[in-house]
């Protein structure tokens, strides 16, 4: 649900990266380049950030009531 604090492979803490990448991400930057300037060069920690998905919104969406939340 929330972008982990540390790599689960190498146990390096990255958490503290992910708003950094997702401003590059905005300003246009690709993927690649984005973690190439924060210098992420272990593969398992650049996986990390490439493959995360938010699910906390879809799943905010919902009560348990079933109405949606404001």
Do not use: H, N
């Amino acid at each position: 649900m929330l972008f982990p604090v540390r790599c689960f492979t190498c146990g390096a803490v990255i958490g503290d990266r992910w708003e950094e990448y997702q401003e590059l991400l905005r300003k246009g930057e690709e993927p690649k380049e984005a973690l190439d300037k924060m210098g992420i060069k272990r593969y398992c920690c650049r996986r990390m950030f490439l493959t995360y998905f938010d699910l906390a919104g879809m799943v905010m969406e919902y009560s348990e009531e079933g109405e949606a939340q404001p």
